[in-house]
């Protein structure tokens, strides 16, 4: 029997349930395929999960620090691990069950099984039942990324892992060890530390966070710094062996096991770090394989599959979105991208514009930043004007007791036209939003200071960083 279709969407991740759900929304018959969870990485191994735990240790670190807010507690307030793993668990199935009600309710197919082309507009999907034809007059291909492994000795250890492998961990490591210090490494940084875990972190770059603005990555190694997180810039590992009997790992406080040891290249000599964990967290890569691709006539590379703003591949009918196409690897680009695909397919005209998409880090303090970084700025030949605020200078702020970070506004000087927007503090990825849609807007500086911010809030530090490109913000001698 086959399968016939409007739309077919080759995996079920944040881009395409959303696809499948705006395609039922507009009335076309679709079918979502997916060999393993709904809702993709994201959703089970990635944004969602790593949140829970973030969250978990937000909380932990502000229960240790309740003298500083006047609260006496009776007793030691301890991590529980398998609970903090429960919740996140629970949260996660609570979060994939309501995508499966929300497809069904859409009258969304779902097939569950691999696909694969066997020609331009047909797939084959192989499930527990057998082989099923799919004809479909539009395709989405929405097959996402997997982590990248780096190709050193010693990658193939035991206790060498990956994102997915750190948020299934049973027991809580003392030694945790990341190469990588981007958005994933700094974030799995900030979880184990504030379960004392020792963390050490080895960044091949000058800094941490180093596709952001220059100044966000050494804000937020300060902070970790002072909370006893490692750094090694500008370094890289170029092994990892197990470790001698004569330095047992003490995972979960327990001896035992087969403990590591990684050889790091520094800008001052060799490092041996002892470590019961090592999580690899350099990048991802696109999963363009076993799809046939070929058979459809889609062009592709290692680095993914090219398409246009409307999303499209070179293949008539046959479009592509999120990490698959290897632009930034973020959820909320799928999910627009998917959007913006099959309303093409169903006669709409839509484009993706990145100049508004914010990136998002979600350590304590949280990091945020969208359109173009002060470097980049000048790099376009705009004259630039930068305005910054600190947070120490902001009542909110001090009310919470998180006065680590600032807010910083890139502008040019002969429309006072908002370029960027970059953020540290607590909530920075809600705060992001206002850069975005000023970008989205084409505001200028006046525009912001004329909005009425309202007070105390985190959200006026925006305002007075934007005063200070002008003359000064009101509350800060800086």
């Known amino acids: 029997?086959?399968?016939?279709?409007?739309?077919?969407?080759?995996?079920?991740?944040?881009?395409?349930?959303?696809?499948?759900?705006?395609?039922?929304?507009?009335?076309?018959?679709?079918?979502?395929?997916?060999?393993?969870?709904?809702?993709?990485?994201?959703?089970?191994?990635?944004?969602?999960?790593?949140?829970a735990l973030l969250r978990s240790a937000e909380v932990y670190r502000t229960f240790r620090q309740a003298?500083?807010?006047?609260?006496?507690?009776?007793?030691?307030?301890?991590?529980?691990?398998?609970?903090?793993?429960a919740r996140k668990e629970t949260i996660v199935q609570q979060l994939v069950q309501g995508v499966e009600k929300l497809l069904h309710k859409a009258g969304v197919q779902v097939l569950r099984g691999r696909g694969r082309f066997v020609a331009p507009w047909t797939l084959e999907v192989t499930t527990a039942d057998g082989v099923q034809r799919v004809d479909a007059k539009n395709i989405v291909i929405a097959t996402g990324s997997r982590p990248v492994r780096l190709p050193l000795p010693g990658m193939d250890l035991p206790g060498v892992i990956d994102s997915t492998g750190a948020l299934a961990l049973e027991a809580l490591p003392k030694r945790f060890l990341i190469i990588g210090g981007g958005v994933v490494g700094v974030e799995f940084a900030d979880i184990f530390n504030a379960f004392d875990v020792k963390v050490t972190v080895v960044e091949m770059l000058d800094r941490l966070l180093p596709q952001m603005d220059?100044?966000?990555?050494?804000?937020?190694?300060?902070?970790?710094?002072?909370?006893?997180?490692?750094?090694?810039?500008?370094?890289?590992?170029?092994?990892?062996?197990?470790?001698?009997?004569?330095?047992?790992?003490?995972?979960?406080?327990?001896?035992?096991?087969?403990?590591?040891?990684?050889?790091?290249?520094?800008?001052?000599?060799?490092?041996?770090?002892?470590?019961?964990?090592?999580?690899?967290?350099?990048?991802?890569?696109?999963?363009?394989?076993?799809?046939?691709?070929k058979a459809a006539g889609v062009r592709f590379d290692k680095a993914g599959i090219s398409v246009d703003a409307q999303m499209q591949t070179n293949a008539p009918g046959i479009a592509a979105i999120g990490d698959v196409t290897g632009g930034p690897l973020l959820a909320h680009i799928a999910m627009r991208?998917?959007?913006?695909?099959?309303?093409?397919?169903?006669?709409?005209?839509?484009?993706?514009?990145?100049?508004?998409?914010?990136?998002?880090?979600?350590?304590d303090p949280e990091v945020a930043s969208v359109g173009l970084t002060e470097a980049l700025a000048r790099e376009e030949g705009y004259d630039v004007r930068v305005g910054r605020f600190p947070l120490n200078a902001s009542g909110k702020a001090l009310t919470y007791g998180e006065t680590d970070g600032f807010v910083k506004v890139v502008s040019e000087a002969r429309f006072g036209e908002v370029l960027g927007l970059h953020v540290v503090a607590p909530h920075a990825s809600d705060l992001i939003h206002e850069g975005g849609l000023a970008l989205a807007l084409e505001a200028t500086l006046d525009e912001l200071i004329t909005t009425i911010h309202g007070h105390p809030t985190l959200g006026e530090a925006v305002r007075e960083a934007v005063l200070e490109v002008r003359d000064g913000a009101f509350h800060s001698d800086c």
């Open 1 to 51: 029997m086959t399968i016939q279709t409007d739309i077919a969407i080759l995996g079920s991740g944040p881009g395409g349930y959303v696809a499948a759900l705006r395609a039922a929304q507009l009335g076309a018959q679709v079918a979502l395929i997916e060999e393993k969870a709904i809702g993709g990485v994201c959703l089970n191994v990635g944004c969602i999960p790593s949140k």
């Open 67 to 85: 003298e500083t807010f006047g609260l006496r507690l009776e007793g030691n307030v301890m991590p529980d691990w398998p609970a903090i793993q």
């Open 337 to 363: 991208g998917g959007e913006v695909a099959v309303e093409n397919a169903l006669g709409h005209t839509a484009t993706l514009d990145l100049k508004t998409v914010p990136w998002c880090v979600y350590t």
């Open 214 to 293: 220059a100044d966000l990555g050494p804000a937020l190694a300060w902070t970790l710094g002072q909370r006893g997180v490692q750094f090694y810039l500008n370094s890289g590992v170029t092994r990892v062996d197990a470790a001698p009997p004569s330095s047992p790992p003490t995972l979960g406080g327990k001896e035992g096991g087969g403990g590591l040891r990684a050889t790091v290249i520094t800008p001052g000599g060799e490092v041996e770090i002892e470590a019961d964990r090592v999580l690899i967290a350099v990048g991802r890569r696109p999963n363009v394989e076993d799809l046939s691709l």
